[in-house]
């Protein structure tokens, strides 16, 4: 069965810091990945999507960055953290179909004083 | 524009029947989804339609009108544990979900 880890689970960073999240993937070859933001009480807003190794979509004009270096590897990064970049950071995947459906990771809680 | 309505919170009693409405406006249409999350977790998949009509799965169901542009999720015997937010999501004809805001549903006792 497949299986999608992320860590950290909390990150806790001030302003102007850099950000790595990571999100790997188990049990399944050449996943959709997918970063997602969740500000709070509110719905997820798409980052960044991947279709595969090196091919990253962004979807809103941001200070963060996605790579994919690896097939099941998916990494989202900052070079300077803002205030707003607070929030709920969700990874998820999908598979070969384009109507599969997004499976998603346990989440990196990341606040930025 | 894409656009997804459902409501902000509703509440319901424990083992009542809750009928959480969804309108969706997309370019194209690939389907709605469904997700459950529960506070400070992530989204975990409840359903798909595609088609017109109701999919049963348990406690759970979930109706599609594309015409209407418009689905229901329905949740029957409702328990404790039911307290959680509903996610709407449509797919458009980039096969992207776009994404309600949620639906917080709080059960009482």
């Known amino acids: 069965s497949q299986t999608i880890h992320q860590w950290p689970a909390t990150l806790v960073q001030p302003v102007g810091s850099p950000l790595s999240l990571e999100c790997t993937v188990e049990g399944t070859s050449n996943p959709n990945l997918y970063w997602y933001r969740q500000a709070a009480g509110r719905g997820l807003q798409l980052l960044f999507y991947?279709?595969?190794?090196?091919?990253i979509s962004s979807e809103v004009p941001q200070n963060l960055s996605a790579s994919r270096p690896q097939d099941r590897q998916f990494i989202l990064s900052s070079k300077k953290l803002l205030l707003s970049d607070s929030g709920f950071y969700l990874c998820?995947?999908?598979?070969?179909?384009?109507?599969?459906?997004?499976?998603f990771g346990p989440g990196t809680r990341l606040t930025v004083l | 524009g894409q656009n997804i309505d459902q409501p902000t919170e509703m509440t319901a009693t424990e083992g009542a029947i809750v009928q959480i409405n969804c309108t969706y406006q997309?370019?194209?249409?690939?389907?709605l989804f469904w997700y459950q999350q529960h506070a400070g977790e992530a989204p975990t998949f409840l359903s798909y339609n595609v088609l017109d009509g109701l999919e049963e799965k348990g406690r759970f169901s979930s109706f599609l009108s594309r015409s209407k542009g418009y689905s229901y999720l329905l949740l029957k015997e409702l328990q404790m544990k039911d307290s959680a937010s509903y996610l709407c999501a449509a797919m458009d004809s980039n096969y992207q979900l776009i994404w309600g805001a949620g639906t917080k549903l709080i059960i009482k006792p």
């Open positions: 998820a995947w999908k598979g070969l179909r384009e109507t599969d459906t997004q499976y």
């Open positions: 991947s279709v595969g190794i090196g091919q």
């Open positions: 997309t370019s194209g249409f690939n389907g």
